[in-house]
């Protein structure tokens, strides 16, 4: 089986809020347990569902209230006793933490009212989140919990035109609804092609998915060819 070539898999999407007691009952045997049951290609673990909030201790974002140690780490280190590769489950756009503390940052419609999706609030394509949060945390896991890659949930299928000052700033609007529809795709593309470069930079060997993207919620061919 090539590098690249992972068919089947153990996928984990919690969306961890601060009313769970999170890590009590994770350990290796169990785990284990799922892999020999399994037996899959890959395991994916959650570090970061819509409400933005961390189901690990990360030095960098918002960690759950209710940790009880590292779970992450352990679902890491049994990943690589068994040479499984380990991805994240992330959530981007969808940030419910950060739109709270960066209300300045979110989506806004046509009425000022903040957009939505899952329950959360969508985070806009023109603030400084990517940067601020989202990269440190993926580099993070990239260095200190060595995962192989990221699937980035909550992100092409949250987009909606958005009519906050940060994106009229950046589009020049006011704009029509049809040319707002293809600044707002434009602006997307430029958002994944920018964190997929910098992390591989940062991690060249650090895998970068987003979920539906390219497929039948984008339905395009990518900008550029994959190995």
Known sequence: MGKHERFWGLHFDFHAEDKEEIGIRTNPEDIEAYIRAARPTFLQCDTKGHPGISSYPTKV????????????KIWCETARKHGLPIYAHYSSLLDGAYAKTHPEEVCLDESGTPQKSAGQEIISLFGSYVDNLMLPQLKELASDYGMTGVWIDGDCWA?????????????????????HNRRMREAYVAYLRHVTEEMQTYAPDFQVLSNWAYSSYQPERPEVDLP
Do not use: F, K, Q, W
């Open 159 to 179: 987009v909606r035109r958005d009519c906050s000052p940060l994106a009229m700033a950046a589009l020049h609007g006011p704009l029509t609804r049809e040319e």
């Open 61 to 72: 974002g918002r960690p759950a209230a209710h940790l009880h140690g590292d779970n992450l």
